[in-house]
């Protein structure tokens, strides 16, 4: 029998989900694990956590379907990006805890470089801004500041990865020491223009080229897991990072197709074909796939607050038990009251990339109550979203054709958020039927690579709706909201990065 395994390596658990010959969801398995915070704004993984929920869903979800290894054809490999993880070579010990993406330790670094005017360079060759989001400057913190690492390093004796990397390594027993284009061009190392790693970057940041791994595209043959981990072999065929992974699984194949996905955070990719956009408003320019050494060019927007207002509802607030309940307390909500919820908890991302603001709430009045404020948690993530838009079509004129946003992740499931979405971007809004579109990405990579799935074209076509949701909200309207939104915008300002 035929199956393909996706494992999916994110930022609070790891997921392994199988998939029968037809793409179909057969089975999958899911560990939460523990999120370190050892000083103010610093966010860790116990490194053996990652690689043990691994392991165990992989098996779980092997035991759900019913099935062996040696039923699975090929293995795809997602992960939580830019996440750095160092290890010695001949014992697999990490030298440190992978340091997380959300992780701000090196902001002042990034700041000193800023002034220095190296950001030019880092966004002509990498694409991205100099922020502690990417990995660079987490690598260069664990040289040096833990002990010994440095020399270790340049003796060759450690390697670094992100995440998918570190799996790899693991599963093949050390055999290969690979990555794929899309998680290298969340290194702010790697020249993605010329699909290199970046001479002049690494020597700036001080970081020995020796560490770093072989580069391959997303589907290629990433190395045979070892027969002893889950009874049989098993060949790695597709990898990608994450938001990658989902801009695949949504075929959003053609110049001008966009995905937006919210989780925790929303990250909304836009596909610019072989052209690599240098933003003017501060979006990122990565990779969103690479086959037949061909890398396909994106513009991406990262927003660090989603459907993390909504938990913050129900955990900071107390005001919702369940996610679910937002939807019936938004439509309850006074429309008079138009309230303005800035959810920059942990700073602002794309487009404002603001470290230093933080939340706030406009527009409150004597009447405001738990349903004004989920009403304007929930359209936050629209006027987000929207800010994200706009960028992107003043950098890309192409992307005026961006007609129809696809969307997935948990919060998709929200249909009021989701046509409030629709209102303020005025534009179509759809939703597929699988949202598991980033473990669908991966497994059409490997399963693609094995020769059980369809080419491109194919799987783009196997695309199915599930809802689409039409702009409601009259033009002036929108536009005096979003206008108010701006306002909030530029009062919750910092100013200071
Ligand atoms: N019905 C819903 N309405 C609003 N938000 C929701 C709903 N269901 C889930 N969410 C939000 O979606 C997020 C979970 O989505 P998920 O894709 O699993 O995220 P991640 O992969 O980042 O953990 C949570 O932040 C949750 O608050
Ligand atoms: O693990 P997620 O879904 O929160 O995704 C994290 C992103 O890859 C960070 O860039």
């Known amino acids: 029998m035929t199956y393909i395994l996706a494992i999916d390596q994110g930022t609070t658990s790891s997921r392994a989900i199988v998939f029968d010959k037809d793409m179909g969801i057969v089975a999958s398995d899911q560990i939460e694990f523990t999120q370190h915070f050892p000083q103010s704004g610093w966010v860790e993984h116990v490194v053996a956590d990652l690689w043990d929920t691994t392991v165990s869903t992989t098996k779980g979800a092997l035991k759900k379907a019913g099935i062996t290894a040696a039923d699975v054809s090929g293995i795809g490999i997602t992960n939580q990006r830019e996440t750095v993880v160092v290890w010695d070579k001949s014992t697999g010990e990490p030298v440190h805890n992978a340091i997380v993406w959300q992780d701000r330790r090196t902001a002042d670094v990034c700041q000193a470089l800023k002034a220095d005017g190296f950001e030019d360079e880092v966004t002509e060759k990498t694409g991205l801004l100099l922020d502690p989001y990417f990995s660079s400057t987490k690598l260069a913190w664990i040289l040096d500041n833990v002990d010994g690492v440095r020399a270790r390093a340049e003796a060759g004796e450690l390697l670094f990865g992100t995440v998918d990397c570190y799996l790899i390594w693991k599963l093949t027993k050390g055999a290969r020491h690979v990555t794929d284009a899309t998680n290298a061009a969340r290194t702010m190392l790697y020249n993605i223009r010329e699909g290199m790693w970046d001479d002049s970057i690494c020597a700036r940041l001080n970081i020995p080229m020796k560490m770093l791994p072989e580069v391959l595209d997303c589907a290629a043959d990433f190395g045979i897991v070892a027969e002893e981990l889950f009874g049989a072999e098993m060949p790695i065929l597709g990898v990608a990072g994450d938001q990658q992974a989902a801009t ?211 799987f783009a076509a196997n695309w199915a709706l599930d809802q689409r949701f039409d702009p409601e909200m009259d033009e002036p309207t929108r536009e005096r909201r979003y206008a108010g939104w701006q306002d909030a915008i530029e009062r919750t300002l910092s100013r200071q990065d």
């Open 248 to 458: 695949i699984g949504q075929a959003c194949f053609q110049p001008g197709m966009l995905k937006s996905t919210y989780g925790t955070g929303c990250f909304a990719l836009l596909n610019t074909g072989d052209t690599l956009v240098r933003s003017q408003k501060r979006m990122l320019g990565t990779i969103a796939y690479q086959l037949d050494g061909k890398a396909t060019y994106a513009l991406e927007g990262s927003i660090f607050i989603a459907g993390a207002v909504v938990q913050w509802l129900r955990d900071g607030l107390g005001i919702i038990e369940h996610a679910s309940e937002t939807q019936a307390l938004a439509e309850q909500a006074d429309i008079e009251q138009e309230l303005y919820l800035v959810p920059a908890f942990t700073g602002l991302g794309a487009p404002h990339w603001d470290a230093h603001a933080r939340g706030a709430i406009y527009g409150l009045t004597r009447g405001s109550g738990p349903a004004e404020f989920a009403k304007a948690a929930l359209e936050s993530v629209g006027y987000q979203t929207r800010d994200l838009l706009d960028a992107m079509k003043s950098d890309w004129p192409d992307a005026k054709d961006a007609g129809v946003l696809r969307v997935d992740g948990g919060m998709s499931a929200s249909d009021w958020s989701m046509q409030f979405l629709s209102d303020i971007i005025g534009a179509p809004v759809d939703r597929p039927q699988v949202l598991e579109t980033t473990a669908l990405g991966v497994a059409w990579l490997a399963g693609m690579r094995a020769g059980v799935y369809p080419d491109q074209a194919g």
